[in-house]
């Protein structure tokens, strides 16, 4: 049962435009949402969250959008650049109902930047 | 840098053996948690230790097993090993559970099963 979706495994795009990284949830108990990025051969990377009392929140380049009605998030980055390219992990907890802290992660979207 | 420390970094080894992975979670931190990630697919949730107690399981099978130790290490064991059992295992601490939801994960221990 995947409860956090990364449906676009891969996304292009050139330095400069919009990338945008998309997520699906099925829990609606989830209230947390986090984006991690990872290079090749480290660990994740905490980069941006989000909480369900709000629809977004933006840090420099990263913006990140939460529509509850779809139990969708996004992240945008603008603009792009090639140090970006990496792997994008989309993560969901359920902070205020309980939860251990633990976060439910999808599969994960390789972006990559082109110069 | 996270903080997180994971040895060994790569470990080869036989299906039916046994391996122990090792992580130091960052300096405070009470919180471990252990994820796998098998080729392609997303980080799975094993299992979480607050200060030296289990406090959530995921999808551990049941050849494997984990602890966290008074100084606040981890271990986490895996048996009878079997080539599906070849993934990057990370571990990831966090001071308090519950509260903003940040994990600082390791750079992983990466294991093959031949």
């Known amino acids: 049962d995947q409860q956090v979706k990364q449906n676009s495994p891969s996304l292009s795009v050139q330095e400069g435009r919009i990338s945008i990284l998309n997520c699906d949830y099925t829990?609606?108990?989830?209230?947390?949402f986090l984006w991690y990025k990872k290079y090749p051969a480290e660990g994740p990377t905490f980069l941006i969250s989000?909480?369900?009392?709000?629809d977004k929140n933006e840090d420099g380049r990263f913006t990140v959008f939460l529509n509850k009605s779809a139990k969708h998030l996004s992240l945008h980055i603008v603009p792009s650049q090639p140090g970006d390219s990496a792997v994008y992990f989309c993560?969901?907890?359920?902070?205020?109902?309980?939860?251990?802290?633990?976060?439910?992660f999808g599969q994960g979207t390789t972006l990559q930047v082109k110069p | 840098d996270s903080g997180v420390t994971q040895t060994p970094k790569h470990l080869i080894t036989a299906t039916g053996q046994r391996v122990t992975l090792r992580c130091s979670p960052r300096?405070?931190?009470?919180?471990v948690y252990w994820y796998q990630q098998s080729l392609d697919q997303g980080l799975q949730f094993l299992i979480q230790?607050?200060?030296?107690?289990?406090?959530a399981k995921g999808n551990i099978l049941e050849r494997f097993s984990a602890q966290q130790f008074p100084d606040l290490h981890s271990e986490l064991n895996l048996s009878s090993l079997e080539l599906g059992d070849s993934a990057l295992y990370f571990c990831?601490?966090?001071?308090?559970?519950?509260?903003?939801?940040?994990?600082?994960f390791g750079e992983g221990s990466r294991l093959t099963v031949l």
């Open positions: 990831a601490s966090s001071s308090t559970p519950g509260q903003g939801g940040e994990l600082f």
């Open positions: 829990n609606s108990m989830f209230d947390y």
């Open positions: 989000i909480s369900s009392i709000k």
């Open positions: 993560a969901a907890s359920k902070e205020f109902s309980g939860n251990t802290g633990k976060l439910i």
């Open positions: 300096s405070g931190d009470l919180s």
């Open positions: 230790y607050y200060n030296g107690e289990e406090r």
